[in-house]
């Protein structure tokens, strides 16, 4: 079984909730997500979880596209019941690291704080908006040649996110 990630969640009534993500593709993910939630039903007591759904039938495979939509309602205010991130994070309750993505995961998409930060100076600096893999290229390059590279900006080029007319077709 492969943890691809485990958002934390501070529910009003004071308790800390998880959400892991497994992976759930082929047959071996199967068993293995299915393992890992029985035996966290059984040792739940132990260890005070609290209660764990795993009982086929509650707990549902989703595609991808979903377990990040339902995640990311973590992270706004007025979705249901929920916190805003705010009253979670200042809770002393909360761990320190709040949500985890497998490196494995960052290491294929490159999509990491540091390329997101690195994408919004590209397109500040140039306009650009390169993939993520070019993105992170142009982050190597630079790490190679610090001190000796200095980004230029265009001479005329707007701030702020791209027209609808100049955006690339992705």
Known sequence: MKLIARVW???PRGV???HPVVGYGSGREMAGARCYLDLLATLAPQYGFG???HQAGKV???PAENAAA???SYFVKGSGRKLAIWESVTSAAMPRSIVHVSADLTQATRCTMRNLRLMRALHFVWGAAPPLQEVHLVGRF???FAG???LIR???LRRGPPASSDRRET
Do not use: A
């Open 9 to 11: 969640e501070m529910q």
């Open 16 to 18: 800390l909730h998880v």
């Open 51 to 53: 209660f764990v759904h």
């Open 60 to 62: 549902k495979p989703q």
């Open 70 to 72: 339902y995640l990311s």
């Open 142 to 144: 630079l790490d190679e």
């Open 148 to 150: 000796n590279v200095t």
């Open 154 to 156: 265009e001479p005329g």
